[in-house]
């Protein structure tokens, strides 16, 4: 029973890891379509308004473009940071060391980042059409 119940446990903690990465990799489409559905969000939230109050008025309503566009700047920006949106991946610092005789090397713990790093920009370059 213990092995059934870790089992389970495994693959529900896979999936939450799946949807995980599928929302991390695609947020700059989130944001996106937030922008598209926000106009027919607030037509429906302003009949309901109007249909329950009996009559057009301004209520606290006008502060949900707000919030939203704050989401979507924010996922926007979010997605940018972590180079899977329209800006150049950036790293953190530089990876590679020039001595004084020109010689360019890089550290042995930070080569997985490297290509990690050359992924997202490849990702990055191949969305733009330049790859």
């Known amino acids: ?18 949807i995980a990465y599928f929302i991390t ?6 944001a996106w379509l937030l922008n598209l559905i ?4 607030m037509y429906f939230i302003g009949q309901k308004a109007c249909a ?3 009559q057009v008025a301004v209520g606290s309503e006008l502060f949900i473009p ?3 566009c704050v989401i979507i700047y924010y996922l926007r920006s979010y997605a940018n940071k972590i180079g899977k949106g329209h800006t150049i991946p ?5 990876f590679t060391q020039v001595d004084d005789y ?10 997985q980042e490297l290509i990690l790093y050359l992924a997202d920009l490849e990702d990055w370059l191949e969305r733009k059409g330049l790859l």
């Not at 092995?3 to 999936?15: A, S, Y």
């Open 66 to 68: 707000i919030v939203v």
């Open 52 to 54: 329950d109050r009996g």
């Open 25 to 30: 990799h695609n947020l700059r489409n989130f």
């Open 38 to 41: 926000l106009p027919y969000v």
């Open 102 to 111: 020109g010689e360019v090397s890089i550290e042995n713990k930070r080569v």
């Open 1 to 18: 029973m213990k092995r059934f119940i870790r089992i389970t446990l495994e693959i529900i903690l896979d999936i939450v890891r799946a």
């Open 90 to 94: 950036v790293p953190d610092k530089r």
